[in-house]
């Protein structure tokens, strides 16, 4: 009886004999009371029930009856099938006896009998949700171009798998039709017939598959597929293709790299027309036209993928048949698009033509669809073809002409001293430097050798060092475009400083006699490179001034001023001034220089023209180092030894009465200037102090010249100079008031006015100095313990206390395993409270360009940020914008034992406004 009745009911009634039987022997027989619930919409699909006496009602939301079900009918079996929950509410309206059939029997049964799930499949118009894991391990897994992918991609393709069914002789595609879809045979037979006379023809059995080049590449299917016998098979239509691959590109990604496929009829006829535009192949035979593009392979490559990497092996030569294919250089952030090429373009023939690695790197900018010529088969070509030999040996040789042009301006122009010459001068210039390499720690040129030699800096890093006694002094590290080694033919002498290479280093070297040849053929070369000496003198001092200074004792940071003038001491008796000679004698000195200017003329006339200029170059720089740098020189030599004796901060004094002044350590070192009378200042120092407050500023080291002279002394002084104090300091100001000068009235005097900055200072006693805001607590930061070994770093805000700005509080890496197929960089912004900012730019930057993306507003387990990721570790930063904002740099897709390939990974990244 109970086998009669699942016979009739709706889905079983499609299954076979043996298949019903299976399925009543899982059936158990269950009695329920009238007004007893069955279940509840929203639960959880646990079984579906075939009901054998009574009835059921169906309620929809509020109660309201949708259906009576009598004996013979199923309920809730869409539900189960579907694996979703319970979408209506089933009441018992009279005493029943049910057979129930749980979840559990019904997976056991679709395992062990797969045609079981497959008919109702059939049945139910739709893919058994209960049939994943059966398509997953036997069906999808097998597949060669979905090998490698997880589970849950394959899960979520298996989701979007439609059955189908086909009698023998029907026509699943047709050659020439559009994209339907991919399809995987699940029992039966297929013929694949190619739609050209004489083409090929092959067979396919359970779990193959066919059409998926169609919906990768979007092109018409190059053969037809007709059914041999009765078929079942498994469809994934094309539009939902398109969907999966961007919810998960690891399966269009997975696809292009294992597919190729030769060209369809159509697309040879266009390969021909396209192959006679390019030099290459120009002027070929049209039979040899044809050979090339029947070897021509379609591949597929999806937007933000790598083509080829600089550096790679030059196996094949490309044209673009439709998408966006970008032509780099560089890696990172660093990265330079030097060509973008488009549909009937070509690229990557010169390491075909010559065997040479690839010079520049190949991305796509969008989905792509390129035909690919590969080395093996284009060998085979020139051996049967003689007429491509010629045409490769003109190819190649009117290519390397233009690459020696291209270098000379993409090299040479990146080196400052060179940046400013013509294309002509560059060539000139090529022609006299040759190329040298040097290892990491090996030394360039060592200090105290003859120097013949000036370096172009191409590539690497390099550290100057000079020796002073027995410590080696780091003067500077130059990158690539500098240059080093030019004083020694400047002067003539020794080299000043040895250079080491910090890396793998790539130079370009110029001997004396070129270099004096060049700088008379162009002049302004001198003048360029004495202005990179000027710059390079200019960061010196920079970095001499920037040291920091050593933690001083707190007793030295308030000096305290004399209250009393101490006894002055006597200054020694001025002596006479000699008489001035007479005339005649002044004329006899007037002769004696004039000769010896005519002499100096006379010699200078004689050099030879690279003589005069290098004369005039030293010249130059003498004069600029007299009148500037030796001075700046001197002043931050001064500052930065001061700075270590005085805990801090020094005083250069040119007056009787030193000044006392207090920065903060935060503020740049500050200059002040003020021109003001000795004796006026003198009169301002109060009777407050003790006398003990002298001993302790000598005891410092600042020095009161005229401190014991006499009253007249000072005020003769003040009569005949304007002195000047100049203070550099960046001592922290104390914690506790300090004493300034009263009021005391100054007696007028012919000096020059002191500066604003002076004039305006507070002269009240007892005025308390200015509190420096104290830094805030700030939030931790929760940063990925793995970013360091990424090379992804935090640039920290430069804000001063009391400032707002974005402060990074989290930062989470995904690698490939964890991001699940996403290649992303998430975003949060946050307020002081810690919520949620909704519509924040956030500033994405990278090597060719940025973008500002705002946060939505989203639920809160989702970001409120991300941006898709499609170049390698090294490629992006972010930061907030509106404030001082945390930097996160070096991010892109790699993995940390493979950051150079697209892995793809997730970054996850938190900023909070915060007040420092």
């Known amino acids: 009886m109970k086998l009669r009745y699942v016979g009739n009911a709706p889905f079983f009634s499609a299954l076979s004999e043996q298949e019903q039987e299976r399925v009543s022997e899982r059936m158990h027989l269950e009695h329920r009371r009238s007004g007893e619930t069955l279940f509840r919409k929203g639960d ?134 559009e994209p339907q879809g991919l399809y995987v045979l699940e029992s039966g037979q297929i013929h694949l017939l190619s739609s050209e006379e004489g083409g090929d023809f092959s067979e396919l059995g359970p779990g193959e598959s066919f059409g998926e080049m169609a919906v990768l590449t979007g092109k018409p299917h190059a053969r037809s597929a007709q059914a041999a016998t ?48 390019m030099p290459l192949f120009a002027g070929l035979p049209e039979e040899a036209l044809w050979a090339v593009s029947s070897r021509l392979l379609l591949q597929h490559v999806p937007a933000g993928q790598y083509v080829f990497s600089q550096g790679a092996a030059g196996d094949a030569l490309y044209l673009v048949d439709s998408g966006k294919v970008e032509i780099v250089t560089g890696t990172g952030l660093a990265q330079t698009v030097l060509a973008r090429l488009g549909p009937d373009e070509f690229f990557g023939e010169m390491a075909l033509l010559t065997g040479k690695p690839r010079s520049s790197s190949a991305r796509t900018a969008a989905h792509s669809n390129l035909w690919v010529l590969y080395r093996s088969d284009f060998d085979d070509l020139v051996n049967r073809y003689p007429a491509i030999s010629l045409a490769l040996s003109k190819a190649l040789s009117e290519r390397l002409s233009t690459m020696d042009r291209r270098f000379t301006e993409s090299h040479l122009r990146g080196l400052k001293l060179l940046a400013g010459l013509s294309a002509s001068q560059l060539e000139d210039v090529s022609g006299r430097l040759k190329a040298a390499r040097y290892r990491q720690g090996e030394a360039i040129v060592r200090e105290g050798e003859p120097g013949e030699e000036m370096y172009f800096l191409e590539s690497g890093r390099v550290q100057v060092v000079r020796n002073h006694g027995a410590e080696a002094i780091v003067l500077d590290e130059l990158g690539a475009g500098d240059l080093f080694g030019e004083m020694a033919l400047l002067t003539g002498n020794p080299r000043s400083a040895t250079v080491t290479a910090l890396s793998e280093v790539n130079v370009w070297v110029l001997g004396r006699s070129d270099f004096d040849d060049l700088v008379t053929a162009y002049p302004h070369l001198a003048l360029a490179l004495s202005r990179l000496l000027s710059e390079r003198l200019r960061a010196t001092d920079a970095r001499f001034l920037q040291r920091p200074a050593p933690a001083a004792p707190q007793a030295a940071e308030t000096i305290a001023v004399p209250a009393t003038r101490p006894a002055a001491r006597p200054r020694p008796a001025a002596r006479p001034r000699p008489e001035r000679k007479a005339r005649a004698e002044g004329k006899g000195i007037a002769a004696e220089v004039s000769e010896a200017f005519n002499g100096i003329v006379t010699w200078f006339g004689e050099l030879s023209p690279a003589a005069k200029v290098r004369l005039l170059v030293v010249t130059m720089l003498l004069a600029w180092l007299a009148c500037i740098a030796a001075p700046a020189l001197v002043l931050s030599t001064l500052a930065a030894d001061n700075v270590t004796n005085l805990q801090g901060a020094i005083a250069f004094v040119q007056t009787a009465t030193p000044v006392v002044e207090v920065v903060s350590p935060e503020a740049e070192p500050v200059l002040l200037e003020a021109p003001m009378e000795a004796a006026a200042l003198s009169e301002a120092v109060t009777a407050e102090e003790p006398p003990a407050a002298a001993a302790e500023m000598r005891a410092a ?27 550099v300091t960046n001592t922290p100001p104390p914690p506790t008031e300090t004493p300034v000068p009263t009021d005391t009235p100054l007696p007028p005097t012919a000096a020059p006015t002191r500066s604003a900055a002076v004039a305006a200072a507070p002269r009240a006693a007892n005025t308390p100095t200015p509190a420096v805001a104290a830094d805030r607590p700030q939030p931790a930061r929760d940063l990925d313990p793995r970013l360091g070994a990424l090379n992804v770093q935090v640039q920290p805000a430069g804000v001063q206390p009391g400032q707002s700005y974005w402060r990074l509080v989290a930062a989470r890496w995904e690698d490939e395993g964890q991001s699940g197929g996403r290649h992303s960089i998430f975003v949060n912004v946050l307020d002081e409270n810690g919520n949620r900012v909704v519509g924040q730019p956030v500033e994405i930057r990278w090597g060719s360009g940025s973008v500002s993306l705002p946060t939505e507003d989203k639920p809160l387990h989702e970001p409120a940020m991300n941006f898709p990721m499609y170049n390698t570790l090294g490629s992006y930063a972010v930061s907030v914008a509106g404030l001082p904002s945390d930097s996160v740099v070096g991010m892109g897709l790699g993995s940390i034992q493979q950051p150079a390939f697209t892995i793809h990974t997730c970054f996850y990244l938190t900023f909070q406004r915060t007040t420092r």
Do not use: H
């Open 44 to 177: 959880t699909s646990s079984a579906l029930y075939l009901i054998k006496s009574g009835w059921v009602r169906l309620l929809a939301n509020g109660g309201l009856a949708l259906a009576n079900q009598g004996p013979g009918s199923l309920v809730g079996e869409s539900d189960l099938f579907l694996d979703s929950p319970r979408s209506l509410t089933a009441v018992m309206a009279s005493d029943a006896e049910l057979w129930a059939l749980s979840r559990e029997d019904l997976v056991e049964l679709i395992t062990e009998s797969p045609a079981t799930g497959l008919a109702l499949s059939l049945a139910l118009g739709s893919r058994l949700a209960l049939f994943d894991r059966y398509l997953l391990e036997n069906r999808l897994k097998p597949l060669p171009f979905l090998s490698g992918l997880e589970d849950d991609s394959l899960l979520a393709l298996a989701a979007r798998l439609v059955p189908q069914e086909k009698k023998e002789g029907e026509f699943v595609v047709e050659g020439g039709q």
């Open 230 to 277: 009765d078929v079942v098979l498994w469809c994934l239509p094309a539009d939902e293709f398109e969907a999966l691959g961007d919810e998960r590109p690891e399966i269009r990604l997975a696809l292009s790299r294992s597919l190729r496929e030769p060209l369809r009829s159509e697309d040879q006829d266009l390969a021909v027309g396209r192959l006679t535009a």
């Open 701 to 727: 080291g600042i020095v009161l010249e005229n401190a014991d002279e006499p009253p007249a002394q000072q005020q003769e002084a003040a009569a005949t100079a304007t002195p000047w104090i100049v203070v």
